[in-house]
């Protein structure tokens, strides 16, 4: 736990200065590094089993990084904010609220640690993380984030059921305390889709 406090006191500063300071195109430059260490930590997974499509996997967390460099492009720094608070926050009040409420696993066979509480929580989250953005959007922000939490806990369970699959704990362990960057980004992947068309469609 220790190390994942470290390592969040400096990512979320470091992660905040480039959505909003970096020019569009070497934000997309860092998203297509952070796609490329991702797949690289897939495929180095892979090496255990045959039975995955890893070629299919690989499209979907590239399709993921690509719409988000999309999205920082297309609507901005401000609201790029949206899909990382989002999928953080959410994931935070999930861990948070099945730790001190969760007692059924809805999903045992593929994410033991996850709570039927922890799920609600995380939805309750991405509520609360969406309610700023209410600005910006100029639209009920409670759909909005409900929407998006849900999106977030499908990305993180596909993600858990290859984990599984592979009979591994982590993806990687260059981030301390978190696991690989596939492991941090797995909600991501699938939010930056939905949050592109929606706000594309707003």
């Known amino acids: 736990m220790k190390q994942r406090l470290i390592v969040a006191a400096i990512g979320v500063p470091l992660t905040l200065l480039a959505i909003l300071f970096l020019p569009a195109r070497y934000f997309s430059v860092l998203i297509y590094v952070l796609s490329g260490l991702a797949i690289g930590e897939l495929i180095e997974n892979a090496k255990s089993t045959k039975k995955l499509h890893f070629a299919l996997i690989s499209l979907i967390i ?13 609507f901005g720094a401000v609201l790029t904010l949206l899909p990382f608070t989002c999928a953080y926050g959410g994931d935070a009040a999930a861990m948070h609220a099945g730790k001190w409420f969760g007692r059924k696993h809805p999903f045992p066979k593929i994410s033991p640690n996850k709570t039927e509480w922890g799920a609600i929580g995380g939805i309750i989250g991405t509520i609360i993380c969406a309610a700023p953005f209410y600005y910006f959007l100029g639209l009920n922000f409670i759909w909005i984030g409900a929407l998006l939490g849900i999106t977030a806990e499908a990305g993180d369970l596909f993600f858990s059921l290859i984990k599984r699959k592979m009979n591994i704990k982590d993806y990687g362990n260059i981030l301390p305390g978190h696991g690989g960057i596939l492991d941090r980004f797995d909600s991501m992947i699938f939010v930056a889709p939905v949050a592109f068309l929606l706000i594309n469609f707003i």
């Open 62 to 74: 590239l399709f993921g990084f690509i719409c988000l460099a999309f999205y920082r492009e297309r």
